[in-house]
């Protein structure tokens, strides 16, 4: 794999669960479908390991990396099919109160490239009753993170990050060429949101941004929106799934990041700036005659 500047992407699409060892087993699956289609890069959605929003049940299920059997899992199976496996997150039990949402990048020898901890926290409030508090037991990350694969520089994000641009231009201006954004986007803000913002990422930042989703109505309520995606930089949607489990694969050549940023150079023509707050109120309120 040295060298190689093509390649073939997977995208596994699940539907995860509350219970840990069905979820592993039906991401194995999917895995070595994408393996056998190909595939040497293979990216999982966010919460791989367990969907659960009560925070009691996502600490009670969770394990330090060194004792995570589903990091351990993971680890063996990339070995086995001699892939980079890009996990795209996992519930990391950091001590009594609080859990990391991580990302791992796994690579041919089933060794650990890279971490990453999701930086942004969802505590919102959407219209129709649903509410989430990541903070209220995820401690977010502090670091953007960038690893290099044989096939080029992967930059990390997970999921609520997608709406804070100004991580993606960290991780093109440290020469990623791919972006990884694997997700749980609500079924509501998804249809609202997802495209635009998965797309306006790669064009802003010359990279290929390849995103798998979690999809569908799971055990605990909530509703996930799918549509795993690949974007090209120049924001070409390459392939998307639907709702359902499932594979999306797409055929990567990194000469169209070069290319992108070749003609639109944005990256090398950012400058630092100042807010100025400008008052359109009169200095004095006239009394109404």
């Known amino acids: 794999m040295i060298g190689v500047t093509k390649f073939r992407a997977g995208l596994v699409q699940l539907r995860s669960g509350r219970r840990v060892v069905e979820n592993l087993a039906k ?14 890069y293979v990216q999982t959605p966010e919460n791989t390991g367990l969907m659960e929003l009560k925070p009691e049940l996502v600490l009670a299920a969770a394990e330090t990396e060194e004792r995570s059997a589903p990091l351990a899992h993971f680890r063996a199976l ?3 099919l001699g892939i980079v496996l890009h996990i795209g997150s996992l519930a990391i039990k950091l001590d009594q109160e609080r859990v990391a949402n991580r990302s791992y990048l796994i690579g041919p020898e089933g060794t650990i490239v890279a971490r990453y901890d999701k930086l ?21 990350g502090s670091k953007a993170v960038v690893a290099d694969l044989p096939f080029g520089r992967l930059g990390f994000s997970i999921c609520y990050d997608l709406r804070f641009p100004a991580l993606y231009r960290a991780l093109a201006a440290a020469g990623a060429e791919l972006i990884a954004v694997p997700s749980a986007f609500t079924r509501q803000t998804g249809e609202a949101h997802w495209r635009v913002l998965v797309r306006a990422r790669a064009i802003e930042t010359g990279a290929f941004v390849l995103a798998a989703t979690q999809g569908g109505l799971h055990e605990n309520g909530r509703a996930t929106y799918g549509h795993s995606i690949v974007v090209s930089p120049w924001g070409e949607v390459l392939a998307e799934g639907g709702e359902e489990p499932g594979v999306v694969f797409a055929d990567i050549d990194l000469a169209a990041s070069q290319e992108a940023r070749a003609r639109i150079p944005a990256l090398k023509h950012g400058r630092s700036f100042e807010v100025e707050v400008a008052s359109a109120q009169p200095s004095e309120v006239k009394e109404a005659s």
Do not use: N
Not at 27 to 40: F, P, T, V, W, Y
Not at 128 to 136: A, K, L, N, V
């Open 27 to 40: 991401a194995e699956s999917l895995i070595r479908r994408a393996a056998e289609g190909g595939a040497i």
């Open 78 to 80: 990339a070995g086995e």
């Open 120 to 140: 942004h926290m969802f505590d919102v409030d959407l219209p129709g009753g649903e509410s989430y508090r990541e903070s209220q037991y995820f401690r977010p």
